[in-house]
């Protein structure tokens, strides 16, 4: 048991390190899907046109499924 403070010091770290990676990749992945449509809005007068159609937002959402 001695080296036990050591072992969840080093663990905890990663684990640290692992939520926030995902963290900032979630805002990432959110950000970037989210800005063009954003500004899409503001060309087309908000007029509920899309900008992508389903069949190309279909492979990136599988994209960032598998990753």
Request: charged share 10%.
């Amino acid at each position: 048991f001695r080296f036990l403070q050591n072992l969840m010091l080093v663990h905890g770290h990663y684990c640290y390190y692992r939520i926030a990676y995902s963290i900032q990749y979630f805002f990432y992945k959110n950000t970037a899907m989210t800005l063009p449509l954003f500004l899409y809005g503001f060309q087309s007068l908000f007029s509920a046109q899309t900008l992508f159609d389903s069949w190309y937002e279909y492979p990136y959402r599988e994209a960032q499924r598998c990753a």
